[in-house]
T-cell receptor, first 115, second 114 residues
Framework: DTAVSQTPKYLVTQMGNDKSIKCEQN?????MYWYKQDSKKFLKIMFS???????INETVPNRFSPKSPDKAHLNLHINSLELGDSAVYFC??????????????FGQGTRLTVV | AQKVTQAQTEISVVEKEDVTLDCVYE???????LFWYKQPPSGELVFLIR??????QNEISGRYSWNFQKSTSSFNFTITASQVVDSAVYFC???????????FGTGTRLQVFP
């Protein structure tokens, strides 16, 4: 069974569109994250949620809106997509809420290409 | 400020060679955690190890070993007798105790040739 699953794995869309990426974890973890990996492989956190509450928002444009309907799900909605949004987006989860002293389990990534 | 530096952008070795990937970190916290992740060509991120700042014992897991030295703020990763399947991008990461995020280095691409 996949611990952290993201859908879709690939997403190609035109500039200006709105799209969502879904993430689910079946590990019973309290904390979920979104990370962005750019074309140079640089990984940076975007958001973290603990028990459905936003904990971290790393100066991400307002066009990005995470939504956590329950602690097992953290979806990422992106409005008005721009070319620069092309990247691989990783969802992750971890057990500890206040300190990342346990490993974060990552999903397989969603490769978003904006054309 | 938190920062992780992986100065080696790319390393190429021939199978069975030993290779060390360097990681240097910066933090003002006394309690922090260090991680290594592997990203194979398939793209997923695979957890390899976690170390807390109070545990400087080196660790060995099969062909993998890690050398944590607080005096030099380094957490280096050595693969002994490398194999083609070790080819991947390896990321070192830092998390401070009172934050809830991983700060990643820029990664080192390891290519192991047969």
């Amino acid at each position: 069974d996949t611990a952290v699953s993201q859908t879709p794995k690939y997403l190609v869309t035109q500039m200006g569109n709105d799209k969502s990426i879904k993430c689910e974890q079946n590990l019973g973890h309290d904390t979920m994250y979104w990370y962005k990996q750019d074309s140079k492989k640089f990984l940076k956190i975007m958001f973290s949620y603990n028990n459905k509450e936003l904990i971290i928002n790393e100066t991400v444009p307002n066009r990005f809106s995470p939504k956590s309907p329950d602690k097992a799900h953290l979806n990422l909605h992106i409005n008005s997509l721009e070319l620069g949004d092309s990247a691989v987006y990783f969802c992750a989860s971890s057990q500890e809420g206040q300190a990342l002293n346990t490993e974060a389990f990552f999903g397989q990534g969603t490769r978003l290409t904006v054309v | 400020a938190q920062k992780v530096t992986q100065a080696q952008t790319e390393i190429s070795v021939v199978e069975k060679e030993d290779v060390t990937l360097d990681c240097v970190y910066e933090t003002r916290d006394t309690t922090y955690y260090l991680f290594w992740y592997k990203q194979p060509p398939s793209g997923e991120l695979v957890f390899l190890i976690r170390r807390n700042s109070f545990d400087e014992q080196n660790e060995i897991s099969g062909r993998y070993s890690w050398n944590f030295q607080k005096s030099t703020s380094s957490f280096n990763f050595t693969i002994t007798a490398s194999q083609v399947v070790d080819s991947a991008v390896y990321f070192c990461a830092l998390s401070e105790y009172d934050t809830d995020k991983l700060i990643f280095g820029t990664g080192t691409r390891l290519q192991v040739f047969p």
